[in-house]
């Protein structure tokens, strides 16, 4: 079965550069979340979206922004990058009517 | 948002049933259980979730307590490849997932 894909797996970047994470969901799935797991940490809910519309947003910094295009696929950009963005991101899909999220691989990034 | 308790750690021989506790004392109504597991950094990987009944697919046992402040998550026979993170998360609002500490299993040879 397809599984949501994230692209790049891994990036790595200098200080105050700017990334661009990309997340595509399950097919027909329209809901998509993104997460932020630091090293040694539990993953956090950074913000959300659904029908190309933010749909909740949680504890995520003002440099970073995110949207989802008509594909339903979903970029989150990280400008001022700082070391403290090095982290696991990870992205999860859900259809309409339903509550379980489907996370994908991950794209590890790395700030030196 | 209803919070859960996992102890942090957890050990169980391969092979063996690994019984994973989770508190969540201030569940509401309409709030469901969720498990995840999250094996070396990967992706958390989605379990088995309930409401108010105990559920069972073919990975695991959901057990919930009639009062639905806790439940249990089984798996019957552990291997080496469960060793992981296990999360119990309880959904609120059908959107977002609040990520506990989980608990670390340790399945042993």
């Known amino acids: 079965a397809a599984g949501v894909i994230q692209s790049p797996r891994h990036l790595i970047k200098e200080k105050r550069e700017t990334a661009t994470l990309k997340c595509y969901p399950i097919?027909?799935?329209?809901?998509v979340y993104w997460y932020q797991q630091g090293p040694g940490q539990d993953p956090q809910f950074l913000i959300s979206?659904?029908?190309?519309?933010?749909?909740d947003k949680g504890s995520i910094p003002d440099r970073f922004s995110a949207q989802q295009f008509s594909d339903y696929h979903s970029e989150l950009n990280m400008s001022s990058l700082e070391l403290g963005d090095s982290a696991l991101y990870f992205c999860?899909?859900?259809?309409?009517?339903?509550?379980?999220?489907?996370f994908g691989p991950g794209t590890r990034l790395l700030v030196l | 948002d209803a919070k859960t308790t996992q102890p942090p750690s957890m050990d169980c021989a391969e092979g063996r049933a690994a019984n994973l506790p989770c508190n969540h004392s201030?569940?509401?109504?309409?709030?469901?259980v969720y498990w995840y597991r999250q094996i070396h950094s990967q992706g958390p990987q989605y379990i088995i979730h309930g409401l108010k009944n105990n559920e069972t697919n073919e990975m695991a046992s959901l057990i919930i307590t009639e009062d639905r402040k806790s439940s249990t998550l089984i798996l019957p026979h552990a291997t080496l490849r469960d060793t992981a993170v296990y999360y119990c998360?309880?959904?609120?609002?059908?959107?977002?997932?609040?990520f506990g500490s989980g608990t670390k299993l340790n399945v042993k040879p």
């Open positions: 999860a899909s859900t259809a309409r009517g339903e509550e379980t999220q489907y």
């Open positions: 979206f659904y029908e190309k519309m933010q749909s």
């Open positions: 201030t569940i509401s109504g309409n709030e469901y």
């Open positions: 998360i309880v959904l609120y609002n059908f959107n977002k997932f609040y």
């Open positions: 097919p027909r799935h329209d809901t």
